[in-house]
């Protein structure tokens, strides 16, 4: 079992900057990908970003150039630059092990970005 524990969201207004982590404990080892996703009101969930055991990423259009994913251990971060009102959603941790072929999800963070 993995248990992800997701920094505190907020509110920040247009233009900001927030920076999400999420520590993971327990059965880490091979923790094949990490990634962060969200949710609007509404909206399906979407994948925001993502990053490889080996560190490869990957990022939806919507954020390219504005969030950075980054790994080190067991934790992830979502550094997110230049947010935007439609930024505003639950963000969620996710982890995926291969081997295992599990995937485990944080509870989720509210990130709210006034304009």
């Known amino acids: 079992q993995v248990q992800l524990v997701e920094s505190a969201g907020g509110l920040v207004q247009a233009g900001g900057s927030l920076r999400l982590s999420c520590v993971a404990s327990?059965?880490?080892?091979?923790?094949?990908?990490m990634a962060w996703y969200r949710q609007a009101p509404g909206k399906q969930r979407e994948l925001v970003a993502s990053i490889t055991e080996s560190g490869s990423t990957r990022y939806t259009d919507s954020v390219k150039g504005r969030f950075t994913i980054s790994r080190a251990d067991s934790t992830v971060y979502l550094q997110m630059n230049s947010l935007k009102p439609e930024d505003t959603a639950v963000y969620y941790c996710?982890?995926?092990?291969?081997?295992?072929?599990?995937?485990?999800w944080g509870e989720g963070t509210l990130v709210t970005v006034s304009s």
């Open positions: 996710n982890i995926y092990q291969g081997k295992a072929g599990t995937y485990y």
């Open positions: 327990g059965s880490t080892l091979s923790i094949d990908r």
